[in-house]
């Protein structure tokens, strides 16, 4: 298995408004992790035990190592961020951890609030699966909490089918998917069209720091 050799890749790339740059998919890096705390923190609390299953409220310093410090061959994650005022923030990252059989990898996956919705857990995941087929890997699994409806519903519109294989802690859903089908867009799984780009940049623009009060 090689490592992963992916480009910066921008998904949306008109300018929305001053200040405001377009959103981007790239592979993580160890200098992010100031970033990622910062995403980690400002996630819901109900978005961070989804996510990590688990009420944290931001990660430790060796957690922070371990998700940003990736071998781009075993582990491999992508973020997607902006650039708001020469300054980049991580809204959305996904990533896989390869499994000692060597064809099966276990995935993870987290969008920003504010930024849900909009089609961008999609683009990520379709990500992760193109990695995951090109470093040779044939299966992508993950474990969802049962309370989790939404991303439920999401990976099975994605493919995803429920699995007991391996065993499962009491509480928690597998899902499993063969890297080599084709990812099917549909539009309940957040079609990139004209009206996702226009809530993109409503999105955005409400970030902007201006607009953020002074503490």
Do not use: K
């Not at 491999?76 to 990898?105: C, H, M, N, P």
């Not at 099917?184 to 902007?208: D, E, K, N, P």
């Amino acid at each position: 298995m090689t490592a992963l050799a992916t480009p910066s890749i921008r998904l949306f790339p008109t300018r929305t408004s001053p200040g405001v740059a377009s959103v981007a998919l790239r592979t993580i890096r160890p200098d992010d992790a100031g970033a990622l705390q910062d995403f980690v923190r400002a996630l819901a609390p109900v978005s961070r035990r989804m996510r990590f299953h688990a009420g944290v409220r931001e990660l430790s310093e060796s957690a922070l190592r371990a998700l940003t410090c990736t071998d781009e061959c075993a582990h491999i994650a992508f973020v997607l961020t902006t650039t708001e005022r020469g300054a980049e923030r991580i809204v959305g990252e996904a990533r896989y951890v390869v499994s000692g059989d060597g064809e099966t990898a276990e995935f993870a996956i987290a969008v920003a609030d504010a930024f849900q919705g909009l089609g961008l857990a999609q683009r990520l995941l379709a990500a992760v699966i193109d990695a995951a087929r090109a470093a040779g890997l044939r299966w992508l699994v993950g474990e969802v909490l049962a309370d989790n409806a939404r991303m439920l519903a999401f990976v099975r519109r994605l493919g995803f089918a429920e699995t007991t294989r391996g065993g499962l802690a009491p509480g928690l859903v597998r899902v499993e998917r063969c890297v080599d089908l084709p990812l099917v867009v549909t539009q309940a799984a957040g079609s990139w069209g004209w009206a996702a780009r226009r809530r993109v940049r409503r999105v955005l623009a409400a970030w902007r720091p201006s607009r953020v009060p002074a503490a």
